[in-house]
């Protein structure tokens, strides 16, 4: 069955970088876009940004563009979440999902977990 794993998040200081990896199961990367979004409590969920592997498209939120970067590697069937230039206001959870390429939520099928990111000093 169709599975998403995430990992990668934890703790680190403002200015500071994580690398979130998404292994994908039951599904090749190019049959579905992989989208990676974010949550705090009380907020709704936000896209962060979007990989379509078949013609390598990607797409950011405004406010990440330029600090986060998303690849995928079709050999491991993984994609990744390159968090640069982190910044208190990125904390939350981070979670990857499987779908139609864009950043609404609601236009992606499968979800992963979840994998907490905190940045603070």
């Known amino acids: 069955q169709v599975q998403l794993v995430e990992s990668g998040g934890g703790l680190v200081q403002p200015g500071g970088s994580l690398r979130l990896s998404c292994a994908a199961s039951g599904f090749t990367l190019d049959t579905y876009a992989i989208g990676w979004f974010r949550q705090v409590p009380g907020k709704e969920r936000e896209g962060v940004s979007c990989?379509?592997?078949?013609?390598?498209?990607?797409y950011y939120a405004h406010s990440v563009k330029g600090r986060f970067t998303i690849s995928g590697d079709n050999a491991k069937n993984t994609v990744y979440l390159q968090m640069n230039s982190l910044k208190p206001e990125d904390t939350a959870v981070y979670y990857c999902a499987a779908g139609d390429y864009g950043l609404n939520p609601y236009e992606y099928r499968y979800w992963g977990q979840g994998t907490q990111v905190t940045v603070s000093s």
């Open positions: 990989i379509s592997s078949p013609e390598g498209s990607t």
